[in-house]
């Protein structure tokens, strides 16, 4: 691999830049691989990248049936924080967003992370009481976060409205080191480290049987032929269901679809992340200039990656009046993302009935931000049999009873 | 935007006027039942990419609960029952057999 570097740049511009390979090599599958990802996409490309680096497992085939990132990694709104209220779902988002902070340097890639800073604005009495409670137990676990005051807020965001009347702005939860990054480039970057490593990158093969035999993974059925591995990842967010059925078992797991859409770009006018969580909406600026809206999910099944017209009026309408700015802008993109919704709103990362199957699904509304963090721990799962990081988030809490219930932490989308 | 017919009340009933209740037909298991059977009716999901059949309420209308059958890939809707009903009738996967050949839900084929 070519390191990408100023010299590089100034080597390449001196000989009409002829000498720039391609970021990741297209190889055919082998006949068998140690260890097999199903989705390449940002969480299951950082999976394989870690299984390589961390714990030395590179003879490791990624299989995606359409192309490298252009699932929910090519479709979110680009969040990256680590706010969250239960022990277990900060120690993964924290070790996320911790590795973002190097990300550009660790895999030679610039994912244009910006630590702008990530506001949740309180709009209720309710949401006062919440996100204090939120802030304290960040600080008990060692995630920087504060309560912002609606002065501060306002210092932060001038174009915001404070005053309401509808949805004032009573304080804030404030995360500075939160931020947004590149979608597309993280899931780039991982796999240009990935195929460096001697891993087979295969896009346009779709999986469509999982084989195993007295409880125990033997292989694949793809198109692109049979494959044979001794671990297998599924790490696919809303076709979990599908790939669940293949290998035989059911999850917790619905798909519903969630859309985001952009505005026309305009000049720099709001340097941080704003969510709004009673009115169903967040906004961030991106270094294009467009204003990047996300709304709420549809509340019923859907495998269908658009968006629908009543959930951008209720987002925009609810934004509009705490943003007045905004109220004139076009809209120039709108799409929608799969998502895998779970009944905590907390992601699985879990062994499955079958043996050497691992699942990594369930991030819904919130999995670009903890790209890094799931893949580091989905590896060590993959490798080890077990991890730290995971242990929570095993399959089993839904018999137990032993949530991690975020959806009441976060009320909304998160 | 997806448009069911009520079976209740008749009328052709926008997204917007009804409130979606999730998967239909789940079976719910009562004392002395096991810890695999609970969390089944609570949280596992047959969650299929292709027909599904659902639970919605005409909130914005009638009131009443009903059942549709709907395809999750293409969002085709092929008919609406009542909810009084442990699974759905035949009228209904007549049409989805016509329309899906091959087509299986849970132990339905």
């Known amino acids: 691999m070519k390191r990408y570097s100023v010299f590089a740049v100034a080597r390449e511009a001196l000989r009409y830049h002829q000498g720039w390979g391609r970021a990741w090599k297209s190889p055919e599958p082998k006949k068998k691989y140690d260890a097999i990802i199903i ?4 969480h299951g490309l950082a999976t394989a990248y870690y299984l390589g680096k961390n714990h030395g497992l590179k003879n490791v085939a990624i299989l995606e049936k359409g192309w490298l990132g252009g699932g929910n990694t090519g479709r979110n709104t680009t969040i990256i924080r680590s706010n969250y209220l239960q022990d277990a779902s900060a120690a993964i988002y924290e070790k996320a967003r911790s590795l973002y902070e190097t990300m550009s340097q660790d895999l030679n890639y ?4 910006s630590p702008r800073g990530v506001m949740m604005l309180a709009q209720t009495q309710h949401e006062i009481r919440g996100y204090k409670r939120t802030a304290q137990a960040n600080a008990l676990q060692g995630v920087s976060t504060e309560f912002i005051s609606p002065e501060k807020v306002k210092s ?3 174009i915001i409205n404070i005053d309401g009347p509808r949805y004032p702005v009573l304080g804030a939860l404030w ?6 990054a590149r979608h597309d480039a993280v899931a780039w970057g991982y796999a240009r480290a990935c195929s460096d490593m001697g891993m087979d990158i295969i896009q346009q093969c779709e999986v469509t049987g999982i084989r195993h035999i007295n409880g125990q993974v033997q292989g694949v059925e793809t198109s692109k032929g049979s494959i044979d591995c001794q671990k297998l990842g599924i790490v696919v967010a809303g076709h979990t269901g599908v790939l669940a059925d293949m290998a035989g078992f059911r999850m917790p797991v619905e798909a519903v679809a969630l859309q985001a859409l952009v505005s026309e770009p305009i000049k720099p006018c709001m340097d941080v992340v704003v969510m709004a969580n009673t009115v169903h909406g967040y906004m961030s600026q991106s270094d294009k200039g467009e204003m990047v809206i996300g709304g709420g999910a549809d509340g019923f099944n859907n495998y269908t990656q658009r968006g629908s017209f009543h959930h951008v009026e209720e987002t925009v309408r609810a934004l509009i009046e705490t943003f007045p700015i905004i109220s004139r802008l076009k809209m120039l993109r709108w799409w929608g993302g799969i998502v895998d919704m779970t009944g905590d709103r907390s992601p699985i990362l879990s062994k499955t009935p079958v043996r050497n199957i691992f699942i990594n699904c369930g ?6 931000k903890a790209i890094p963090g799931s893949g580091w721990a989905m590896a060590e799962l993959i490798a080890k049999g077990h991890s730290s990081l995971t242990e929570e988030f095993s399959l089993n809490r839904f018999k137990e009873g032993k949530f991690i219930d975020e959806s009441v932490a976060a009320g909304v989308a998160h | 935007m997806l448009v069911f017919k009520c079976p209740y009340c008749g009328i052709e009933a926008d997204e917007t006027e009804l409130s979606p209740g999730g998967e239909a037909h789940l079976k719910r298991f009562g004392p002395g039942s096991s810890d695999e059977e609970l969390e089944g009716y609570l949280f596992n999901r047959e969650n299929p990419k292709g027909v599904h059949f659902e639970r919605w309420r005409h909130v914005y209308g ?11 890939a293409t969002l085709e809707v092929f008919g609406t029952y009542s909810a009084q009903t442990f699974e759905p009738p035949k009228e209904i996967t007549d ?3 016509t329309k899906r050949p091959g ?7």
């Open chain 1, 39 to 42: 989705g390449a996409g940002g």
């Open chain 1, 110 to 113: 610039n994912v244009m992370f």
């Open chain 1, 156 to 158: 932060l965001v001038p």
């Open chain 1, 175 to 180: 995360q500075s080191r939160g931020g947004t």
């Open chain 1, 363 to 368: 991030w819904g509304t919130g999995g670009f």
């Open chain 2, 62 to 72: 009638c009131g009443k609960w009903f059942h549709a059958a709907r395809c999750t």
């Open chain 2, 95 to 97: 049409i989805i057999k």
């Open chain 2, 103 to 109: 087509w299986k839900w849970r132990n339905l084929r």
